[in-house]
């Protein structure tokens, strides 16, 4: 599997962005999708994730910010993001986890997000 993340770029505060997830070599359907990121000097931390069935959770930072949401017939999973702040600036991630949450197994190269003040 392969994921194909894109979408990032400079933006302002308080503006948006719409980050995709492109998999290929395997049908996505019933996979867990999930969105992190990291920061230079921190930790990764988990932005939001989706279930195959839809149950999305988001992390705490970006909850009421952000809506995880997946296009199965095109193999793509987005992230919709919104009042972006200056502390969202980070490299963001799409993984893939077949066998369920807590197991990615597959993870993308990676989109720059840059949030200026």
């Known amino acids: 599997v392969q994921l194909q993340a894109s979408g990032g770029g400079l933006v302002q505060a308080g503006g948006s962005l719409r980050l995709s997830c492109a998999a290929s070599?395997?049908?996505?359907?019933?996979?867990?999708m999930g969105w992190y990121r990291q920061a230079p000097g921190k930790q990764r931390e988990m932005v939001a994730v989706i279930s195959s069935g839809g149950t999305t959770t988001y992390g705490v930072s970006v909850e009421g910010r952000s809506a995880i949401s997946r296009h199965n017939a095109k193999n793509t999973v987005f992230l919709q993001m919104n009042s972006l702040k200056p502390e969202d600036t980070a490299v963001y991630y799409c993984?893939?986890?077949?066998?369920?949450?807590?197991?990615?197994?597959?993870w993308g190269q990676g989109t720059e997000v840059t949030v200026s003040s």
């Open positions: 993984a893939a986890a077949p066998n369920g949450a807590g197991s990615y197994d597959y």
């Open positions: 070599g395997s049908t996505m359907s019933s996979f867990v």
